[in-house]
C-alpha cells in the first residue's frame, strides 16, 4: 500500500510570494490532515477535512492560508502572501475512516521563506 | 482541550544502555495515547498506542510504554537502544471523538552514542 504523498519536498520562496503545497493521501482515506511544524516544536494542526468538507479550519490563518480538497482525494495548502514565519516543514496526514485511531504521515514539505 | 509535555528535549544515551523518554498530558476527557518517531528528513511513523485495555503496549522493536492515569504519564522505555534508535520522538494525544485530532509534545531528541 502506497503512503502519504507529498510534493514539493523542499520550497524556498521570499516574503510576500506565494506557495502551493500538495497531498496525496492513501487511497480509501476519507480524513485528510495538515500540520505545521515549526522548528523545534511539535506539528500543530492547521486544518482537518472529511472527504471534501471542512471539519476544523480554527488554527488556520485565513487571512494568508487557504486548502482545498475538492474531490475528496488530493488536497493543496496555499499560502498568500508568506510571512518569514511561515518557514515550517508542513505535513499531511491520513486516516481511514471514523472507527480507526492510527493517522499516517507523508515525508512533508519544508517551506524556507526569505 | 489538550495539552502534552515531553520534559527532555534531548536525551544522549549510550549504546545498549536504557532508556526513558518522559511524556505528561493533561486533558477534561478521555484520550488515546500515541508515540510517533521521526528519522532525519522523513515523515512521523506511529510507534506505539494506548487505546484501551493493557496499559503497558509494546511496539515491534522493542519500545514500550506505559499509561499511569492517576499521573497522566505515557513514558517510553527501552531496556537496550541501538544507534538505528537515533531519532525524534513525539508524544501525542487525540480526543476519542470522531475527529481524533492529535495534540503533539515538543519532542525528545534521542541520540544513540557508540
Known amino acids: 500500500e502506497a503512503g502519504v504523498a507529498q510534493s514539493p519536498r523542499y520550497k524556498i520562496i521570499e516574503k510576500r510570494q506565494s506557495v502551493a503545497f500538495w497531498c496525496n493521501p492513501i487511497s480509501g482515506h476519507a480524513t485528510l490532515y495538515w500540520y505545521q511544524q515549526i522548528l523545534g516544536q511539535g506539528p500543530k494542526l492547521l486544518i482537518q477535512f472529511q472527504n471534501n468538507g471542512v471539519v476544523d479550519d480554527s488554527q488556520l490563518p485565513k487571512d494568508r492560508f487557504s486548502a482545498e480538497r475538492l474531490k475528496g482525494v488530493d488536497s493543496t495548502l496555499k499560502i498568500q502572501p508568506a510571512k518569514l514565519e511561515d518557514s515550517a516543514v508542513y505535513l499531511c496526514?491520513?486516516?481511514?475512516?471514523?472507527?480507526?485511531?492510527?493517522?499516517?504521515f507523508g515525508p512533508g514539505t519544508r517551506l524556507t521563506v526569505l | 482541550a489538550q495539552s502534552v509535555t515531553q520534559l527532555d528535549s534531548q536525551v544522549p544515551v549510550f549504546e545498549e544502555a536504557p532508556v526513558e523518554l518522559r511524556c505528561n498530558y493533561s486533558?477534561?476527557?478521555?484520550?488515546?495515547l500515541f508515540w510517533y518517531v521521526q528519522y532525519p528528513n522523513q515523515g512521523l511513523q506511529l510507534l506505539l498506542k494506548?487505546?484501551?485495555?493493557?496499559?503497558l503496549v509494546e511496539s515491534i522493536n522493542g519500545f514500550e510504554a506505559e499509561f499511569n492515569k492517576s499521573q497522566t504519564s505515557f513514558h517510553l522505555r527501552k531496556p537496550s537502544v541501538h544507534i538505528s534508535d537515533t531519532a525524534e520522538y513525539f508524544c501525542a494525544v487525540s480526543d476519542r471523538g470522531s475527529a481524533r485530532q492529535l495534540t503533539f509534545g515538543s519532542g525528545t531528541q534521542l541520540t544513540v552514542l557508540p
Open positions: 496526514a491520513s486516516r481511514h475512516s471514523d472507527s480507526t485511531d492510527t493517522q499516517y
Open positions: 494506548y487505546l484501551s485495555g493493557s496499559t
Open positions: 486533558s477534561s476527557v478521555s484520550v488515546y
